[in-house]
């Protein structure tokens, strides 16, 4: 594998690009015309145009990133997270031109792609899922069976949905009519597919992800957890690892459980398998991410390996190298996702240049970013700049250094989700590991930042007038 296209851009596009130089493996580039100077296209050692801005017209234009990977020689295409990462499609004509896709075989994405198919493959082994009906219910009566049976709260969930969307909570029998025909048409018109299943709804759950990696010659492995419970509508703001709750013995299970929904679906490469943890610690399936994760560098500083550098040797037809036992948790790591975001404004897209980007150095500090001073953050995309993530022997020490690289990490000309950062990283609730999936809607509202500022701002005011009157007192003034 001498040769390799990177399918992404931005701050993934780079850091795939950063293990694959390491390896002495060629990169190519794609960019469309608003990243024509972007960080990702001149790291790269080719790069290709592939069209307009808009992803339709480019990043997700499969058929023109397997022309360009053939008509330069490469061997593989790298996909990153999004875009085509999950498109069984794309896998396998990838496959038919003869490259490499460097992910799942398209079965595999098929399978984890359909959350009641996903059920369905689960099922024969012994892992826990969440009570409910593992069939795509149409009928609004037969609805309402299942739910006063399961027990009221209950969870509608679009067979073809994911991350959240067409999720809708039934807390008694007579919104249950109601709720089942808004769930059905969202989810028609949303995903084309108006089938729904029903959940117990788990009430204050925790979002606990674990790492797996499989090879071609039937090994597999976990990476340990990543508590990515700290998310604001269904996207992930800051991710850890280790969770701060898992006893030892829990993460067995739930490690055991991952490898084996892997098996289910004879996976091959990186994955995430999601689980929801309650508040008495059962633990319940919830779906498979065919796909490297945004989240998955704290997983590789707290168990020391470069997960892009597995997934190009399974790629390659290598066997894993290392044993389950081999693998151990060295300290710990925190990751914030800074988005061009106004967390002022309820998040919105915050567009316009970088005039300042200086990024924060120093121990147990890495940044996987994708943008630099000077640039524009285009509209076309998803607004996240980088990925600061704050490494520690202990959560103590690395929540210490994440806030000082938040004090470091100078961003004039866009609002950010830093301030927001700050703001969870300074929390009790957060620092002392008593949160769960409701934590933004419990916690945050703007007014925190704009208090804490202000709080700032006078001290800061009062020391330098203290410091200025100080001054006058002893400063002897030569005289005229
Ligand atoms: C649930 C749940 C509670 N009960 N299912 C969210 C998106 C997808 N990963 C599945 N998710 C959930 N499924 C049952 N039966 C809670 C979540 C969930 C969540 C729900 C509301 C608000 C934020 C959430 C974050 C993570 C998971």
Do not use: W
Not at 178 to 205: C, L, T
């Amino acid at each position: 594998m001498k040769r390799i296209v990177v399918a992404n851009r931005g701050e993934i596009a780079v850091r795939v690009m950063k293990t694959a130089q390491k390896m002495g493996i060629k990169t190519v580039a794609v960019f469309s015309e608003a990243d024509r100077n972007a960080p990702h296209v001149r790291f790269a050692d080719e790069a290709v145009c592939i069209g307009p801005p808009p992803s339709s017209q480019s990043y997700l234009l499969g058929e023109k990133i397997i022309e360009a990977a053939k008509a330069l020689g490469a061997d593989a295409i790298h996909p990153g997270y999004g875009f085509l990462s999950e498109n069984a499609g794309f896998a396998e004509a990838v496959e038919k031109n003869g490259l490499v896709f460097i992910g799942p075989k398209a079965a595999a994405i098929r399978v984890m792609g359909s959350k009641l198919a996903a059920k369905e493959a689960v099922k024969k082994f012994d892992i826990p899922m969440v009570p409910g009906i593992d069939e795509a219910i149409t009928d609004v009566e037969k609805a309402k069976g299942i739910a006063s049976k399961i027990g009221f709260p209950i969870l509608i969930k679009a067979s073809a949905g994911g991350g959240g969307k067409g999720m809708r909570v039934v807390t008694n029998a007579a919104e249950m009519e109601s709720q089942m025909e808004r769930a059905i048409s969202e989810a028609k018109s949303a995903f084309g597919d108006g089938s729904v299943f029903i959940e117990k709804y788990v009430a204050s759950p925790r979002h606990i992800e674990i790492q797996v990696m499989a090879d071609s010659h039937g090994n597999y492995l976990h990476f340990f957890e990543r508590e990515c419970s700290i998310q604001r509508r269904h996207q992930k703001v800051v991710e850890e690892a280790p969770s701060s709750v898992l006893t030892p013995q829990l993460r067995d299970e739930m490690g055991a459980a991952a490898i084996q929904v892997a098996k289910a679906c004879n996976y091959i490469g990186a994955g995430t398998v999601e689980f929801l943890l309650d508040a008495d610690h059962h633990f319940y399936f919830l779906e498979m991410n065919t796909r490297l994760q945004v989240e998955h560098p704290v997983s590789e500083l707290i168990s020391g390996v470069d997960l892009v550098e597995l997934q190009i040797k399974v790629a390659r037809g290598e066997a894993l190298s290392m044993r389950q036992e081999d693998l151990k948790i060295n300290g710990h790591a925190l990751e914030l996702r800074v988005y061009a975001e106004d967390p002022l404004n309820d998040f919105l897209p915050s567009v316009g240049t970088l005039e300042t980007y200086r990024l924060p150095k120093g121990e147990g500090i890495r940044v996987d970013n994708g943008f630099e001073e000077g640039m524009e953050v285009p509209i076309y995309y998803d607004p996240m700049l980088s990925k600061l993530i704050a490494y520690g022997a202990t959560r103590e020490e690395a929540i210490q250094r994440m806030l000082l690289a938040i004090k470091e990490y100078k961003v004039e000309g866009v609002q950010t989700t830093l301030p927001f950062g700050k703001f969870v990283f300074e929390h009790a609730a957060f620092r002392s590991g008593q949160f769960d999936t409701h934590f933004v809607k419990q916690h945050y509202a703007p007014e925190a930042l704009t208090e804490k500022n202000s709080q700032e701002a006078k001290i800061a005011a009062l020391i330098a007038l203290k410091t200025y009157l100080k001054d006058q007192k002893t400063l002897r003034l030569p005289t005229a």
